[in-house]
């Protein structure tokens, strides 16, 4: 460990001293972070009648239940929630791939007039908050009769300039080399772009493909714009409508069960894939 | 040659088509509706150009309020978040056992849902008829009374609302910090060891120069950020913002867009154009100030 050499002037006290705050410090802000998730999993299990007898709330529970999440399923659509949200994010994240693959192949590979043009003004789109064009979405999907249909919550969340450029970057490291040879060969630029740059360009695409996922799993904003039907709803809206007229105000620990549902599909997705989402949040992320 | 061209562009129809259709023509057009007065959403007429929606906004009680929230709520969690943030990535980086625990844990608010987990902050923090509160048996461990945070007094709500925010956008900047502090040439460090010098003068002469770069950007991504918050507002407090007294800018746009005050795009267009300068204004302060004090390295 380096540091054990670099306290000539605090000396070996002072080392140690300074690695217990350390210690404290951080099992303080784990302890922060993790508490949260703690008491949902906890109220989700603790029966109807338990949690409301609680005056003074109990940090653990001696009979645990499942009632709740039967609820969750039973007395709200939980389950059309999750399963349009299972659908918006696979349709706008394939949507967006199919997008962003044949654009950042065209910046990266192929030559055409006003490429450089077309190129800056792609970039300059990325300063570009979504408040300011959420506002004509709105009325142009209401305009289009998209509201409460699947088109209008797609479409509009499917561009993010950023992944191509991202994209655009990683394409443009596959040796040119390859492109002739393949193109001696007679390889069509679609076949090659399929066979060739995309397998090696792999990383990159499950990085964008997970951000995106992620992004459109937590979305609420432009859902709730362009929806006020509950059969569309997505679980965001979904967990909006459960706080606000669901299990009836005071059925918590059922709203927590539906947290804890709604929550979980991220976080195995970010234990499995952990070292590549924190690889490509730092690389692309914005939250914050 | 033309036919070549002609593959480029038809590569990048979609995205063309995608990006003109809901970025560049809603950012036009966002100008216009600003600009149009007594617009009618059901009937899309307007009766003349001018600047009164601007006027109406900004004599609006409601978005006073919004920007006063707004201001308060980023003046509060920038720093603090950017400074416990850089104290957590320090403290991470300087050790090796648990550490890649620790990280895991501090990335998980990033995963998940912000209208989910706000629930449960409310929770924690409300009191009702039945139940103080988990937060309010902590308080009144320490003799402290009971506080409505979620129904109470404004400082109440805003604490609370400037918690959650901090503990959503920590683990981005932790992650980043983290990862800027990780890229220090080593040899600096050891030159230093060599010459002896304590630890506070290596932090603040080696390691913060260094990653001041990374900081400028977690600052000025944390107050573009922050100037948006919505959703987490939205948790706590549920969609009816402006009765809680607890409303942002962007939760002043969406209002007027939609809802129950909702109808009225031209408002919503010029109350996103303030959002949108005021945002762009403090940008260019943040740059011009760290242009003079961020120490730039090769």
């Given at each position: 460990m380096q540091s054990e050499t670099t306290h000539k002037k605090t000396g070996k006290n002072g080392g140690r001293i300074l690695r217990v705050l350390t210690y404290m410090l951080l099992a303080f802000w784990g302890l922060v972070v993790l508490f949260?998730?703690?008491?949902?999993?906890?109220t989700s299990i603790k029966s109807y009648g338990a949690y409301n007898s609680e005056y003074?709330?109990?940090?653990?529970?001696?009979?645990?239940?499942?009632?709740?999440?039967?609820?969750?399923?039973?007395a709200v659509p939980l389950a059309r929630y999750f399963a349009n949200t299972v659908f918006f994010t696979a349709a706008t994240t394939a949507l967006m791939l199919a997008v962003t693959v044949l654009a950042a192949y065209a910046f990266a590979r192929l030559n055409f007039r006003g490429k450089n043009f077309?190129?800056?003004l792609f970039l300059s789109l990325m300063m570009i908050p979504n408040e300011l064009v959420v506002i004509t979405n709105y009325v142009t999907i209401t305009n289009l009769d998209l509201r409460n249909t699947f088109s209008g919550l797609i479409l509009p969340s499917v561009t993010s300039v950023f992944y191509i450029y991202l994209l655009k970057e990683n394409f443009e490291q596959v040796p040119d080399?390859?492109?002739?040879?393949?193109?001696?060969?007679?390889?069509?630029?679609?076949?090659?772009?399929?066979?060739?740059?995309?397998?090696?360009?792999?990383?990159?695409?499950?990085?964008?493909?997970?951000?995106?996922?992620?992004?459109c799993w937590n979305s609420y904003v432009w859902p709730r714009l362009a929806t006020d039907d509950p059969q569309y709803y997505l679980v965001s809206n979904g967990i909006q409508s459960i706080r606000e007229n669901g299990?009836?105000?005071e059925n918590i620990p059922a709203m927590m069960a539906a947290v804890v549902v709604i929550s979980l599909p991220l976080i195995v997705l970010f234990l499995f894939f952990r070292k590549m989402i924190m690889a490509g949040v730092s690389r692309g992320g914005t939250k914050g | 040659m033309e036919k070549k061209s002609l593959k480029g562009w038809l590569y990048l129809l979609p995205a063309i088509l995608f990006l003109g259709f809901f970025m560049v023509y809603p950012l036009i057009d966002v100008f216009v509706y600003s600009f149009e007065e007594n617009y009618n959403f059901a009937s899309q007429t307007y009766s003349g150009m001018g600047s009164y929606n601007y006027s109406y906004v900004l004599r609006d009680p409601y978005f006073l309020q919004a920007v006063r929230n707004t201001f308060l709520l980023v003046v509060i969690t920038v720093p603090l978040s950017t400074g416990l943030a850089l104290l957590?990535?320090?403290?991470?980086s300087s050790i090796r056992p648990l550490k890649?625990?620790?990280?895991?844990?501090?990335f998980l608010p990033y995963v998940t849902n912000t209208l989910a987990v706000g629930l449960v902050f409310m929770i924690l923090f409300k009191r009702t008829a039945y139940t103080d509160g988990f937060v309010n048996l902590l308080l009144s461990w320490f003799g402290a009374g009971p506080v409505d945070f979620i129904d109470g007094p404004y400082a109440a709500k805003l604490f609370v609302l400037c918690l959650y925010t901090i503990w959503v956008v920590m683990p981005f900047k932790i992650l980043i910090l983290t990862s800027a502090l990780a890229s220090v040439n080593q040899t600096y460090y050891n030159a230093a060891r060599i010459d002896g010098t304590s630890r506070t003068r290596i932090f603040f002469r080696i390691t913060l120069p260094m990653i001041s770069p990374t900081l400028v950007y977690l600052i000025i991504t944390g107050f573009i950020g922050a100037f948006k918050a919505y959703s987490d507002a939205v948790a706590l407090f549920g969609t009816n913002l402006n009765a809680a007294g607890m409303n942002t800018i962007v939760g002043y746009v969406y209002d007027m867009l939609y809802g129950s005050s909702g109808g009225y795009p031209s408002y919503a267009s010029a109350a996103a154009i303030l959002l949108f300068a005021i945002v762009l204004t403090i940008t260019c302060i943040n740059l011009l100030v760290s242009r003079k004090h961020v120490h730039y390295f090769s």
């Open positions: 949260p998730f703690y008491w949902m999993v906890l003074v709330p109990k940090l653990y529970t001696l009979s645990p239940t499942l009632q709740n999440y039967a609820d969750a399923f039973t077309l190129f800056v080399q390859l492109y002739y040879a393949a193109k001696v060969d007679g390889t069509s630029d679609l076949k090659y772009l399929i066979k060739v740059m995309l397998p090696l360009c792999r990383p990159t695409i499950v990085t964008i493909t997970i951000l995106k996922a992620i992004e299990f009836g105000r | 957590i990535s320090v403290a991470l890649q625990l620790f990280q895991t844990v501090f």
